[in-house]
């Protein structure tokens, strides 16, 4: 999978992209994240890359040349799957999308900033907006991270462990089970039992069973999906 994200706050991704799954999956070879400076794109002396809305109010808005610069120059050298504009009025992520993007092998994902991006830029260029929740950030960066760090951990061999992904929260809509680890008795605190009896069939319907129940009482709305 690659993904080219476009944002004109490069440094921010310099931490969260370099740490733990996402690095391995880089040297791995697995994934490739390439950050583009949108800046870098811009044909003013300035290179500015916002300018004031047409008609007036309150903040800047991201123009649409450099950003379509960027993306063309991009196309020249291979076909994308998505073009991914990441804003709070996008279709809310879940579980579900992204199993579904994770099939994609070309992403660019795009990083709003200010009051958002020129109106034709997701006309013409977008093809998918995703939001990762109702609230409202000061721009797409973080978001793009969650959605690429979403993605990158459901990329096969991404995880050591292959079924990992396939037993986290949310898939087949049902969070997942409580787990321990040594000591079995903590301060008089106890591990059920059946994790410590060997019975693979029981402690398999144990943790189904556990699933269930914790679905019911903390999110009752994925069972009804
Ligand atoms: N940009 C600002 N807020 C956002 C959100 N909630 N989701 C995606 N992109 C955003």
């Known amino acids: ?13 310099e931490g969260p992209m370099n740490q733990s799954i996402v690095r391995r999956s880089m040297t791995k070879g697995l ?15 300035q290179k ?16 649409i040349e450099p950003i379509d610069n960027c993306i063309t120059a991009l196309k020249k050298e291979r ?10 009025d996008g279709e809310t992520l879940n579980q579900g999308i992204a199993n579904g993007l994770s099939l994609n092998k070309n992403m660019i994902l795009l990083c709003g900033h200010y009051k958002g991006v020129d109106q034709r830029v997701r006309d013409h260029l977008v093809t998918r907006e995703i939001s990762i929740g109702d609230y409202v950030l000061s721009g797409g960066e973080l ?6 760090d979403a993605l990158i951990r459901l990329v096969p061999g991404v995880l050591n462990d292959e079924s990992s992904a396939l037993t986290d929260s949310f ?5 997942a089970p409580p ?18 009896s060997g019975h693979e069939a029981k402690i398999e319907a144990w943790r189904h069973d556990q699933s269930v129940a914790l679905t019911k009482k903390k999110r009752p709305d994925l069972l009804d999906e």
């Not at 500015?48 to 123009?63: C, I, K, N």
């Not at 978001?143 to 690429?148: D, Q």
């Not at 898939?171 to 969070?175: E, P, Y």
Request: aromatic share 10%.
């Open 1 to 13: 999978m690659r993904l080219d994200i476009l944002t004109c706050l490069p440094e921010l991704f």
């Open 31 to 45: 994934v490739e994240i390439e950050i583009h400076n949108i800046r870098d794109y811009s044909t003013h002396k």
């Open 48 to 63: 500015s890359v916002d300018d004031y809305a047409f008609g007036g109010g309150a903040g800047m808005v991201l123009t």
């Open 79 to 88: 076909d994308y799957d998505e073009v991914i504009y990441l804003t709070p």
């Open 143 to 148: 978001a793009a991270m969650v959605l690429a």
């Open 171 to 175: 898939q087949d809509n049902l969070l």
């Open 179 to 196: 787990v321990y680890s040594r000591p079995a008795e903590y301060k008089g605190w106890k591990v059920p039992d059946i994790l410590l």
